[in-house]
């Protein structure tokens, strides 16, 4: 049966960019953030946002997701209520992505919040990837052309390393790309992964 890796890290540590890195090797990549957004344009995942947060959120049937971020990272409460809305849809989505992977011998799950989420129970394997706290802000402000106070409310709601490193199985330190690479490299052979598998 294909085996799920999970792959996470805080905000800026560049769990996407390491997934595409795994993906170029031909390891098949699901990014939760991107699904995250998928599924909120479903009918029934916004009207339950719709219910719970209010309809001012959508203007013309288009979420405003500077203002639900607002809100949510500055209220745990809410960001709760919010993950308990659109999480169950991200399970289901992954799953029947899952399906259609059935001939790999490996899939990458990125997320953010793997561990937060409890979804770090259904992976075999799971990766963290880290940076300073310091490099990742300046990362995710240059990005999302964000502010500094935005980012650390973000990471307010994220473990911290060092929880992360002590439930994972591998640690992939990013603070120089091509380094973090040939960490790739190494979890793929220690996996036996062949590159390009299929
Ligand atoms: C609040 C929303 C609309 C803000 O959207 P926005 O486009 O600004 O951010 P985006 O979704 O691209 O996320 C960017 C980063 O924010 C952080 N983040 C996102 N959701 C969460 C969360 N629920 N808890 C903690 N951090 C989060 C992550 O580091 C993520 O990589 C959006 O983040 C959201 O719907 N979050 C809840 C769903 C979720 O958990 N998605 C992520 C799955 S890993
Ligand atoms: N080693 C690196 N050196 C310099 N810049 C990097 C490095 N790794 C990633 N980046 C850049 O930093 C930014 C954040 O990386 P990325 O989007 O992969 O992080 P992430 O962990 O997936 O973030 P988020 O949690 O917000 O989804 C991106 O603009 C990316 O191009």
Known sequence: MVKVIGL?????????????????LGVPVYIADDAGKKVMQFESVKTQIKTTFGDALFENEILNRAKLAEIVFNNADKLAELNAIVHPAIKKDFELWLQEKA???????????????????????????????EIRIERVVKRDNTTREQVLSRMKMQWNDEKRISLSNFVINNSNLKIAKEEVVKILKILNIKQNQS
Do not use: H, M, W
């Not at 996470?8 to 170029?24: D, L, M, Q, R, V």
């Not at 990458?108 to 394997?125: M, P, Q, W």
């Open 103 to 133: 001939s790999f011998q490996y899939v990458i799950y990125e997320a953010a919040i793997l561990f937060e989420s409890g979804r770090y129970k259904d992976c075999d394997v799971i990766i963290t990837v880290t940076a300073p706290e």
């Open 8 to 24: 996470t890290g805080g905000i800026g540590s560049g769990k996407t960019t390491i997934a595409n890195y795994f993906n170029e």
